[in-house]
């Protein structure tokens, strides 16, 4: 299969290097010191079992690349204006392109540039950090891509299975959904308040969560994410606000979200896709988020790195 990642940090090296591994031609859109990185010495991954390293494609001009099989679309959402673009050469009459991005909104965004048919919709759960240009820090075990058709009828496609096994085979815990709003909303209902809640306390978990009124607060703006889920006609569990709840319990003290790290290294946040599609999503269905819109109104300042002081 010829794969192309647009978005080549840490979620999509790491992803593209498997495929690699597996015997793809696989090629990473890149530039800058990762692009001369990448060229030099491949995707290097390090695990708590060693270091290795895994030789690449790497391209800076997708259309050098050409039309691919398979699009992953992992950048970082605030980039979205400058990336989207890039699909464009990379997408051609048997193209299936799958954002892996934070928020709710990636699909949408892509099919506005590119049309419905190309676009599968998903989200992924790996524990994985960029520490320099081309090396890949992954920890932990979890290394898993969840996704389905993002328009049309709500079941598991023939190219969305076929999917699910390439990606398997290259030792990537994929499920094919056949509804793939549902995981996206389920994370995103654990994902914006947390994010948004540590970045303005500029905390880690675990300070803040030994606080009952910080774990309420958060409660309550995760009960809003679930109210804008149902009303969008999205089937989130029952319970989901309790299940993401537990797992904030058993999360470890010292886990940081990438809003917090981000805001704390003067780097752009991704805000609008987190933060802010909420409370807009909320105005427009009617449904209070006061809580959220209070987070909203902290970082905004933050949004494109550290504001200067006066």
């Known amino acids: 299969m010829k794969i192309a990642i ?19 031609e696989v090629t990473l859109v890149a530039r800058g010191a990762k692009l001369e990185a990448f060229r030099r010495a491949g ?29 992953i679309f992992a950048v970082k959402t605030y980039s979205n204006p400058q990336a989207i673009p890039l699909l464009a050469p990379l997408v051609g009459p048997g193209t299936a392109v799958l954002p892996l991005q934070n928020g709710v909104d990636a699909a949408d965004e892509i099919a506005a540039a590119i049309g419905r048919p190309p676009v599968l919709a998903g989200t992924t759960y790996i524990g994985a950090t960029m520490v320099e240009p081309g090396v890949i820090e992954y920890v932990g075990t979890v290394r898993k891509i969840v996704f389905g058709e993002a328009f049309g009828d709500r079941v598991v496609t023939e190219r969305v299975e076929r999917l699910r096994e390439t990606l398997a085979a290259a030792d990537i815990q994929a499920e094919a959904a056949a509804d793939s709003r549902i ?27 030994a606080q009952p009124a910080f774990r309420e607060a958060v409660a309550a703006a995760m009960a809003e994410v679930e109210a804008l889920a149902r009303h969008a006609g999205v089937g989130v569990a029952a319970d989901i606000v309790d299940q993401k709840m537990r797992y904030l319990d058993a999360s470890p003290p010292g886990m940081r979200s990438s809003m917090m790290v981000d805001l704390t290294s003067g780097r752009p946040l991704e805000l609008e896709a987190l933060i802010g599609t909420v409370v807009r999503r909320g105005r427009a269905a009617g449904i209070p988020t006061p809580v959220t819109a209070a987070l909203y109104g902290v970082l905004k300042p933050f949004e494109h790195g550290a504001p200067a002081l006066p």
């Open 6 to 24: 647009v978005g080549a940090g840490a979620v999509g090296g790491y992803f593209g290097a498997r495929l690699a591994q597996a015997g793809h």
């Open 183 to 209: 995981a996206i909303w389920e994370k995103f209902v654990f994902l914006a308040p947390v994010a948004a809640f540590t970045a303005a306390a500029r905390l880690p978990v675990g300070p803040a969560w």
């Open 43 to 71: 995707v290097r991954i390090r695990t708590a079992s060693g270091e290795f390293a895994v030789p690449i494609g790497a391209e800076s001009d997708p259309s050098r690349v050409g039309p691919v099989d398979l699009v």
